[in-house]
């Protein structure tokens, strides 16, 4: 074998990265190429804030590559036609591709797949490249797969697992392959101020520190809010430039508690992997097929805008909202309270939500992002699809001193805990200094009534 392509999408490195690894071994020449696939555009998909982040990771695979004496191609238009072209310039005899599992992805894979047999070229789907344990790997006896995380969970921890393949020394790219200029973070606008970096070179040296001073204390501290004590390594996660079978493997030869509880969490991303892969419509549609009605009045629409502008007058929802703009991710805690309180409390439909949040998200996913939500929603997974978070106990709860609500609600800034989650009980003078901090746009009692009567099947609701 001569030329082989290897296609990088959400797989964006060169540490354990099994389609190159194999494509290296096989022919004497690889195009590395990455293909700015423009359906992806045309969905709405681009946000800013991950266009951003992936202009970085494109820069850093490019440098990699040129430190093992090959380089980038990049491509735009339709992901196959792209392709199509880069096989019939270089006469590759295979591509291969990280295997991905959402409807997009599938149709976007048949198509190459059916373009390139006219080409009489290859296509290999690799596995376990983005997931730890591939979909449909496990299955329950009686469905395509898990419904729910706990057996889940048990068969995905008792998985053979691979080990992790070292980087390559040399990588060696056909001459004369043309490649567009790399994009250039500088140049996107709207992205969040303090977004952060992409590219594997920063994910590595970010795994390794969170495994020396976080892993020890996650198991204690992934809820506190303040503390900020979680990995943040979802949006390397979700563009690659991390790999989870690394991720998993490194964690467990640390061991301990911390290890156990982070490890689990990564299992929930190939849980709802394997969700997305069986369902794929889940992304758009209710996993259960109940309870879809929704508020779509104009008040429904200002309490959806005060949600989104962080001013809804709980203070931990527009601290996590305000956090959403400002860095392009929110805590896991925070992710949640804000979805139970705009899908239960104001009884606004989840995808309204999922989409603000894939408008702002680094880590935006459709599997995680939409699933998550169809969770907080009642429409998904959850086994206990009509509880609701209340977010005055729960700040209450997770951020006792009210250091994460004051970071980023500072007209709150000067009040004490635990009056800073329920500023509307100030009285006098206190009250006063904060008049430039909305009043709730919703009394809990009432939502909660709402939620019951809607849930309920009732007439006169939502
Ligand atoms: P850590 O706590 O350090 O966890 C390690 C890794 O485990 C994460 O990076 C992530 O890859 C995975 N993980 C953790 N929690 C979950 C979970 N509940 N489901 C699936 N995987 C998980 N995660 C995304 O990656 N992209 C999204 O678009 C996304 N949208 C969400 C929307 C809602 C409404 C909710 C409730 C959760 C969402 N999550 C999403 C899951 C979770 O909030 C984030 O993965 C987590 O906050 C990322 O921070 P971290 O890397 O510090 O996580």
């Known amino acids: 074998m001569t030329v082989s392509v290897v296609l990088f999408t959400c797989d964006l490195r060169l540490h354990d990265h099994p389609p190159l690894h194999t494509a290296l071994e096989r022919s004497r020449e690889v195009v590395p190429l990455f293909v700015r696939d423009r359906a992806v555009d045309a969905a709405g998909f681009a946000a800013p804030n991950r266009l951003a982040f992936l202009a970085d990771c494109l820069a850093d695979l490019d440098a990699g590559l040129r430190e093992r004496g090959g380089r980038l191609v990049l491509r735009s238009g339709n992901l196959a036609d792209e392709v199509g072209k880069v096989v019939t310039e270089t006469g590759a005899q295979e591509v291969h591709l990280a295997a991905d599992h959402s409807a997009h992805a599938r149709r976007r894979e048949e198509q190459l797949g059916a373009l390139l047999q006219t080409l009489g070229c290859r296509l290999t789907v690799h596995d376990t490249v983005n997931t730890v344990v591939a979909p449909g790997t496990v299955t329950p006896a009686s469905s395509d797969h898990f419904a729910v995380f706990t057996p889940y969970h048990r068969h995905w921890a008792q998985q053979p697992m691979r080990t992790p393949l070292s980087a390559p ?53 992934h809820d506190d809010l303040g503390g900020d004590r979680t990995s943040r390594l979802s949006p390397h996660l979700h563009f690659g430039t991390l790999s989870p079978v690394e991720c998993v493997q490194r ?24 969700v997305l892969a069986a369902r794929p419509d889940a992304a758009k549609r209710n996993y259960r097929s109940q309870h879809d009605r929704w508020r779509t009045s104009v008040s429904a629409r200002r309490d959806f805008e005060a949600w989104q502008e962080g001013r809804t007058g709980y203070p931990v929802i527009d601290a996590a909202m305000r956090q959403l703009r400002h860095e392009g991710w929110m805590h896991n805690r925070g992710r949640l309270l804000t979805a139970s309180f705009l899908t239960k409390t104001l009884y606004v439909d989840w995808r309204v939500g999922a989409e603000y949040f894939l408008s702002l998200l680094v880590d935006g996913d459709v599997a995680n992002n939409q699933l998550n939500w169809q969770w907080m929603a009642g429409t998904g997974t959850d086994s206990r699809p009509n509880r ?29 805990a635990p009056f800073v989650h329920e500023p509307w009980k100030l009285q006098g003078l206190e009250r006063a200094a904060i008049d430039d901090y909305p009043d709730p746009i919703v009394d809990l009692a009432d939502g909660l009534a ?11 609701a939502p």
């Open 169 to 221: 020394r040399t990588v060696r790219v056909p001459e004369g392959v043309g490649s567009e200029p790399l994009p250039v973070r500088g140049y996107i606008t709207g992205v969040s101020p303090a977004l952060a970096a992409g590219g594997e070179w920063p994910a590595r040296e970010q795994l390794s520190a969170w495994l020396r001073s976080g892993l020890g204390e996650y198991e204690d501290g």
């Open 251 to 274: 964690a467990l030869r640390k061991g301990g508690a911390g290890a156990e509880a982070f490890v689990r969490q990564l299992a929930w991303r190939d849980f709802h992997r394997q």
């Open 388 to 416: 609701v978070l209340n977010p005055v106990t729960q700040a209450k709860r997770y951020d006792p001193d009210g250091v994460y609500t004051r970071r980023w609600v500072p007209e709150l800034a000067d009040v004490a």
């Open 450 to 460: 709402r939620f019951k009567r809607a849930r309920a099947g009732r007439d006169d």
